[in-house]
């Protein structure tokens, strides 16, 4: 992670789990790290938290609604004017709403589809284009995928969630292929985990807060940490080499 100190990462949906888990551990690497969410207030805590630390990086919070394109090209216009521009991309922002494909509101999938692919989509848009402004080479898209964009959940409440997620599986490797095609090293990568011990089933079910506490005491189930320790594995591979995919899940979970 050396060559990584003092450079900018965008870490999009930092406020909880998996997103301030990413920020903290870049931060703690030495990274200048925007961390972006439509409440900034638990960023600004753990900014707080990470300077008492000591840690090396600085985490710059971000108020930014990602299903609003402005909103998100008037964020890189400002990591531009403050900071020159990303190096690395985290598109970790995602969230799943309670819509079967055969009953479910269309403002649900909507909105499902602006935050979990038309976000991811903007961010690394953009943040290729401010790699290729200031001639950096050796950037790094990284996408916060799932299992659910391998394979579909047997649960109706999750059908659209996962087809959410299997376009990331599919945009991730059109941008690898497009990276190429441009003779650029920048590189691609999709971390695709199991389920994640955060407050993401809480959201997902927020009117049934019993089922969602069901869902981590059901099985064993992934920390936030642990897909942070990849994010760094995967920025940690020399540049000559290319990390596609990530699949993760614990050692008890079978399937």
Known sequence: ME??????ALVTGASVGIGAAIARAL?????????CARNVD???????ECQSAGYSG????????????????SMFSA????????DVCINNAGLAHNEPLLSGKTEGWR?????????????????YKSMKERNVDDGHIININSMGGHRVVPSADEHFYCATKYAVTALTEGIRQELR??????????????IVETEFAFRHHNSDPEKAAAV??????????????????VLSAPPHVQIGDVQMRPVEQVS
């Not at 931060?27 to 961390?35: D, N, P, S």
């Open 27 to 35: 931060v703690q690497q030495g990274m200048r790290v925007v961390g």
């Open 3 to 8: 060559r990584w100190k003092g450079r900018v």
């Open 79 to 86: 990591i531009k004017t403050l900071h020159k521009g990303v």
């Open 111 to 127: 909105n499902m589809i602006d935050v979990n692919v038309l976000a991811l989509s903007i961010c690394t848009r953009e943040a």
């Open 181 to 194: 095609e441009a003779n650029t090293h920048i590189r691609a990568t999709c971390i695709s985990p199991g």
């Open 42 to 48: 638990k960023i600004e805590k753990l900014a707080a």
């Open 58 to 73: 600085t985490l710059i919070p971000y108020k930014c609604d990602l299903s609003n394109e402005e909103e998100i090209l």
């Open 216 to 233: 981590y005491e059901s099985m064993k189930c992934l920390k936030a940490e642990d897909i942070a320790s990849a994010v760094t594995f």
